[in-house]
């Protein structure tokens, strides 16, 4: 296995834990129709590197299993992040857009899988509107806060030439 592999799956395994971690740390609020999963800030990453798609979706779908998720929950949660984390990357070009999809993956699947996982009796619009508050504030506010911080210590964090780009 070359060091660029090596490079990508400890990258990768780096994100997964780190998502996972801050889940579980603020389980109280990345849970239910109102939720403000700080671990989403992270959704931010495929700007920098694409070992965080399956990162930020592997995280997701660990945490789920440790806190002992629906399976509906692992699969179409895990689902929604890795179409966040897939379309972000695309839109790295535009940093800006950057947060978009994990905001509109996740306000639109993860009602759905409130409603039919877990029973949550709220309309599926107002859940739309509430774990769509929730991401902009995890991914619009926090997440660009990251994207901001990281970009000051790109070459250093995620260099995958092994040389300091100038």
């Not at 599926?124 to 506010?141: A, D, K, Q, W």
């Amino acid at each position: 296995m070359n060091n660029k592999k090596i490079q990508f799956i400890s990258h990768a395994a780096v994100i997964a834990a780190i998502y996972t971690v801050l889940v579980i740390v603020f389980a109280p609020i990345s849970f239910g129709p109102v939720q403000v999963r700080i671990a989403e800030a992270l959704t931010i990453l495929p700007y920098f590197t694409p070992a965080a798609i399956p990162g930020v979706t592997i995280g997701c779908f660990l945490s789920a299993a440790l806190t002992a998720a629906d399976p509906l929950d692992m699969i179409f949660g895990s689902l929604a992040t890795f179409i966040a984390a897939l379309t972000s990357y695309g839109l790295r070009r535009h940093k800006f857009l950057v947060p978009i999809p994990p905001i509109v993956a996740n306000a639109l699947i993860i009602p759905w899988v409130l409603r039919y996982a877990y029973d949550i009796p709220d309309a599926i619009p107002f859940m739309m509107l509430t774990v769509g508050f929730g991401e902009v504030i995890s991914v619009g506010i926090l997440g660009m806060i990251l994207l901001f911080t990281l970009e000051r210590v790109k070459p250093y964090i995620f260099n995958t030439d092994n040389k300091l780009k100038e």
